[in-house]
């Protein structure tokens, strides 16, 4: 059974910066891809982004590059969120999600975790 468990959200002032952290178990991840995704209150959850297993090639929303990066550490089973310049619009919980890279959506979900910007 695929587990997703994340961790690392907390409160951080505008322009500072948070590291998620997603712990992945249950199989291989070879032919998979992993993605963040957020959701604010009153809002649609949305991709924030995405990173094939086996390549590590990346992919994000225009609302956060250059100031997100994803990663992966095949070793550690773990899929990261490196968040920068943070900003009080991207309040939110997280959320991470794996997915083959043969399907259109994202069956597996983690329990998300808040992040909170302040002004």
């Known amino acids: 059974q695929v587990q997703l468990v994340e961790s690392g959200g907390g409160l951080v002032q505008a322009g500072g910066s948070l590291r998620l952290s997603c712990a992945v178990s249950g199989r291989t991840f070879s032919g998979y891809r992993m993605g963040w995704f957020r959701q604010a209150p009153g809002k649609d959850r949305e991709f924030v982004a995405g990173i094939t297993w086996n390549t590590g090639s990346t992919n994000g929303a225009d609302s956060v590059k250059g100031r997100f990066t994803i990663s992966r550490d095949n070793a550690k089973n773990a899929v990261y969120l490196q968040m920068n310049s943070l900003k009080p619009e991207d309040t939110a919980v997280y959320y991470c999600?794996?997915?083959?890279?043969?399907?259109?959506?994202?069956?597996?979900w983690g329990q998300g975790t808040q992040v909170t910007v302040s002004s």
């Open positions: 999600a794996a997915s083959r890279v043969t399907m259109s959506n994202y069956p597996y």
